[in-house]
């Protein structure tokens, strides 16, 4: 018995070390992904009800790893949170948005918005948000308007540099939205401090959609909040016809999901904006 406990002993050791050489390992390739830009871009298009027509698209990152093949955003974006890297990440993805926007030839009368999700360690970088302001400004006019996603939760823990942040770079012309809303605690009191143009409501609340009785009373109250604060709504995640017309019907003003478009590449974007969405 005593034996068995020793080799439950090493092997609980080795699936440790393993662990730990794979987090390493992870570390290292994505030290190197961001040192030869081994990262690529798709754009997630949203369809505006109030205006009938495609308003914006969010930027998300891809990674695809030579042995691992793609590790979700969800996976690096932490790491790349906690040992520093999310500065030239950001700055990368705003850049080459930007880059690949100009090149096929889309611009603000084609897309009035880009968003842009913004680590709150990014925010509060004042040197970093001061060389995305500047890559900003250094694109010619007729780009359409960037706007930076803070999670809900993000925005909360900090509430106090949250704001003066947002404050300072929304002086110097940023826009603001709060992505994943409704999965922190934010009182009405304290969003209303904030400097924002958008909310968007987190999936989460979406999916079960119309048929869950709790979820449909939710997105109502958040509509109806947003609108007495006069913002926009998004609505992510939105997959189903059904799921639409019930956004629509209560007041919801934008759409973003696989039911209306994926996530995709620049060059399949103008495509997608070639057409429109009959609701
Ligand atoms: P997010 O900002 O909440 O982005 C929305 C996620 O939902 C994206 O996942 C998108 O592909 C996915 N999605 C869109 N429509 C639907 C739908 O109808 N159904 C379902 N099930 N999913 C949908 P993705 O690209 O894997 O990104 C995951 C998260 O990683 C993002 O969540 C964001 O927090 C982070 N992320 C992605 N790109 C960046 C980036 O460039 N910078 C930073 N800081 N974070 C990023
Ligand atoms: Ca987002
Ligand atoms: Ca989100
Ligand atoms: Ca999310």
Same mark, same amino acid.
């Given at each position: 018995?005593?034996?068995?406990?020793?080799?439950?002993?090493?092997?609980?050791?080795?699936?440790?070390?393993?662990?730990?050489?794979?987090?390493?390992?992870?570390?290292?390739? &994505? *030290?190197?992904?961001?040192? @030869?830009?081994?990262?690529? &871009? %798709?754009?997630q298009p949203q369809w505006?009800l @109030?205006?009938?027509?495609?308003?914006?698209?969010?930027?998300? !990152?891809?990674?695809?790893?030579?042995? *691992?093949?793609?590790?979700?955003? $969800?996976?690096?974006?932490?790491?790349?949170?906690?040992?520093?890297?999310?500065?030239?990440?950001?700055?990368?993805?705003?850049?080459? /948005?930007?880059?690949? #926007? =100009?090149?096929?030839? !889309?611009?603000?009368?084609?897309? /009035? +918005?880009?968003? #842009?999700?913004?680590?709150? +360690?990014?925010?509060?970088?004042?040197? %970093?948000?001061?060389?995305?302001?500047? *890559? %900003?400004?250094?694109? *010619?006019?007729?780009?359409? $308007?960037?706007?930076?996603?803070? +999670?809900?939760?993000?925005?909360?823990?900090?509430?106090?540099? =949250? &704001?003066?942040?947002?404050?300072?770079?929304?002086?110097?012309?940023?826009?603001?939205?709060?992505?994943?809303?409704? =999965?922190?605690?934010?009182?009405?009191?304290?969003?209303?401090?904030?400097? &924002?143009?958008?909310?968007k409501i987190d999936r989460s609340f979406i999916q079960d959609l119309p048929e869950d009785v709790n979820d449909a009373v939710i997105t109502q109250?958040?509509l109806?909040?947003?609108?007495?604060?006069?913002?926009?709504v998004v609505a992510e995640g939105v997959e189903t016809p059904e799921q639409a017309q019930f956004l629509k019907d209560n007041g919801c003003?934008v759409l973003q999901g696989y039911w209306l478009a994926r996530p995709?590449? !620049?060059?399949?974007? @103008?495509?997608i904006?070639?057409h429109t969405i009959d609701l």
């Open positions: 018995a005593k034996h068995q406990g020793r080799n439950r002993h090493y092997l609980f050791h080795d699936q440790l070390k393993q662990n730990l050489i794979d987090r390493l390992s992870l570390l290292e390739d &994505l *030290r190197e992904a961001c040192n @030869t830009r081994a990262f690529s &871009l %798709v754009y505006s @109030t205006q009938q027509c495609w308003i914006g698209a969010e930027v998300l !990152i891809r990674w695809q790893h030579p042995k *691992r093949g793609a590790v979700p955003p $969800d996976q690096f974006i932490p790491l790349a949170e906690r040992e520093g890297l999310i500065h030239p990440i950001t700055e990368f993805v705003l850049e080459r /948005a930007l880059k690949e #926007l =100009t090149t096929a030839g !889309i611009g603000r009368q084609q897309l /009035a +918005t880009l968003s #842009l999700n913004l680590s709150h +360690t990014v925010l509060i970088n004042e040197a %970093v948000m001061n060389r995305l302001q500047g *890559r %900003v400004h250094s694109h *010619r006019d007729g780009q359409p $308007d960037i706007i930076m996603e803070i +999670t809900e939760t993000a925005a909360m823990e900090n509430l106090e540099a =949250t &704001l003066s942040a947002m404050e300072y770079w929304r002086a110097q012309g940023m826009r603001f939205s709060i992505d994943d809303f409704g =999965t922190g605690y934010s009182s009405l009191a304290r969003l209303k401090q904030l400097p &924002l143009a958008e909310l109250a958040i109806a909040m947003a609108k007495t604060l006069s913002l926009d003003s995709v590449p !620049i060059g399949e974007l @103008t495509h904006l070639a």
